[in-house]
């Protein structure tokens, strides 16, 4: 093949190539900095008839625990849904 025919298709193409990418790595590049607003949400005293997201901040039993799925069915400390963040401390008595 003719070099100059290959340079010709590259550079045809290179425009494609860049505007299909771009269109692939803008959606992942808003997703990064809406997770990067998020930080911790602490959403208090755990309670059953909240509806918990993956990242929640918990307390329980003087514990902090964070959520690892969406909508975890059980307490803190009662299944795989819950990760310990903090562990209670001992009574400054």
Known sequence: ???????????AIAPLIKEHV?????????????LEKGGIRYLGVFQRAIDYRRGSVVTDAGSAWVA?????????????????????GKDAK
């Open 22 to 34: 771009e269109a692939k790595i803008a959606p992942l590049n808003a997703r990064i900095v809406e």
């Open 68 to 88: 690892l799925t969406d909508n975890p069915q059980n307490t803190p400390g009662h299944s795989s849904d819950w990760q310990l963040m903090v562990k209670a």
């Open 1 to 11: 093949m003719d070099v100059k025919l290959i340079e010709g298709l590259m550079e």
